[in-house]
């Protein structure tokens, strides 16, 4: 069974930072671009960052400039810095795998930001 395993979120306030942590198998890290998303309080998932196997980056427009995601490939895992947070990068934060076949999701980290 394909295991994403997030860790690093929490209570911070605004202006603060955290960084989010996503760790999963060798095989599937391999293969994988890798990806940060977040569902606010009665809101749909929406894409926070992406990161591919070569390394290329993709945010979204609320996260450029703020946050910051990398992969270490030694240890299977990606990263999400996020910097200057903001009472509205409250949410859960899923980690996600994309794969030729199927996507993986982990089940989410908690950041709540307050004002």
Known sequence: QVQLVESGGGLVQAGGSLRLACATS???FSISN???YRQAPG??????????RGGSTNYADSAKGRFTISRDNAMNTVYLQMNSLKP????????NAVTVGPDYWGKGT???VSS
């Open 43 to 52: 809101k749909q998932r929406e894409l926070v960052a992406t990161i591919a």
């Open 110 to 112: 908690l950041v709540t």
């Open 34 to 36: 890798m990806g940060w």
């Open 26 to 28: 060798r095989i599937i």
């Open 88 to 95: 509205e990068d409250t949410g859960v934060y899923y980690c």
